[in-house]
């Protein structure tokens, strides 16, 4: 399974950057559910949300008045549009597949490698 993630930069607070993720491989299964996670600097790595592959979400540290994540299972690709960026939203973002929340605690089977997103004030 490979995770290939795109779309980070660098930006202004209150601008809109959308990341897109796209699984392959001849493993990768479309059943998987598919999401993000992301680590800001110095702090642990958080479950942003994610879709199953009948369209059910899952919500951690996402901001839903601001991102939005969607997916087409036929592509085998996730995205997270985020809309007025805040300097708080930096961090390396990760797209994930086969995600699951155990005691309380999110992980995930598969990983990208990991977008960079930078908001400046």
């Known amino acids: 399974v490979q995770l290939q993630a795109s779309g980070g930069g660098s930006v202004q607070a209150g601008a809109s950057l959308r990341l897109s993720c796209a699984g392959s491989g001849p493993t990768f299964n479309r059943h998987y559910n598919m999401g993000w996670f992301r680590q800001a600097p110095g702090k642990e790595r958080k479950f942003v949300g994610g879709i199953g592959w009948r369209d059910s979400r899952d919500y951690g540290d996402m901001p839903r008045d601001r991102f939005t994540i969607s997916r087409d299972v036929a592509k085998k690709t996730v995205e997270l549009q985020m809309s007025n960026l805040k300097p708080e939203d930096t961090a390396v973002y990760y797209c994930?597949?086969?995600?699951?929340?155990?005691?309380?605690?999110?992980?995930?089977?598969?990983w990208g490698q990991g977008t960079l997103v930078t908001v400046s004030s």
């Open positions: 994930v597949a086969g995600y699951s929340q155990s005691a309380g605690r999110w992980r995930a089977d598969y």
